[in-house]
């Protein structure tokens, strides 16, 4: 009886949350996502080149230029250095500039891409120097220029674990989006910071902490099985 008791609290309980707060959590979960994949699509689309780059023109690279990479790579350094609590309050006036305000989903997107960039740039080259010296030779002797290694040979081969850096990068992001409810970017963290901590409400912070964990296993999940699907070499499930 008493496990039957202990169901029908927890089916209350759940029923009042979704009456009172399923909208608002629904609101989050969106904003959530909307924080997480705007800035993870942008954070590509500047990382990428600069991965490539700093990979590139490393000692030892395909085209080696020290001094580049050298600058790239203390960028890339000083970006991952920084707290992102401290980065959201530094680069609030970039942001007012850039979004017009820094409250909100769309002003969390600016610091989400600043800090997500160099991480992505980072993970970019540590993908492609995974790739075996043995193949860029074979191109090399085959008469291959160095856009043409870039593009036919070094990327096709790192995508396996491009793909799990993506999906790192994303699940890294969403713990982010989290923190950025703190200044009032909004999302789940927000919601778990005004209702979990400031009014006492832990049932709303575990809806909210259970909703970050299934999006992170989702986004886990995916990376996985599309690294594993496309990955040639039969080292996708590693």
Do not use: C, W
């Not at 350094?77 to 970039?94: A, E, Q, T």
């Amino acid at each position: 009886m008493q496990f039957q008791d202990f169901i029908i609290q927890f089916g209350n309980t759940l029923r009042t949350l979704y009456t009172d707060y399923g909208t608002m959590i629904g609101q989050g979960v969106l904003e959530t996502l909307f924080m997480t994949f705007t800035s993870i699509a942008v954070a590509y689309i500047l990382g990428i080149p600069i991965g490539i780059v700093t990979e590139v023109t490393r000692k030892g690279g395909i085209y080696p230029i020290p001094v580049l990479n050298g600058f790239l790579g203390f960028i890339i350094n000083i970006g991952r250095s920084i707290p992102f609590i401290i980065l959201l309050v530094f680069v609030m006036p970039v942001t007012r500039q850039i979004a017009g305000t820094t409250i909100g989903p769309k002003a969390a997107t600016v610091p989400l891409i600043i800090a997500a960039t160099p991480f992505v740039a980072r993970m970019v080259e540590s993908s492609l120097r995974e790739v075996d010296g043995g193949v860029i030779e074979a191109a090399k002797a085959m008469g291959a220029n160095t856009r043409q290694i870039i593009y036919k040979v070094l990327l096709p081969e790192a995508r396996p674990s491009l793909i799990m850096g993506a999906s790192l990068a994303t699940i890294t992001l969403v713990g982010y989006t989290a923190m950025a409810g703190v200044v009032g970017g909004r999302g789940l963290g927000d919601i778990a910071l005004r209702y979990g901590y400031y009014r006492y409400q832990p049932d709303v912070m575990i809806v909210t902490i259970v909703l970050l964990v299934i999006m992170v296993q989702i986004i886990q999940s995916i990376g996985h099985s599309i690294s594993k699907k496309i990955d040639k070499r039969g080292k996708g499930e590693n």
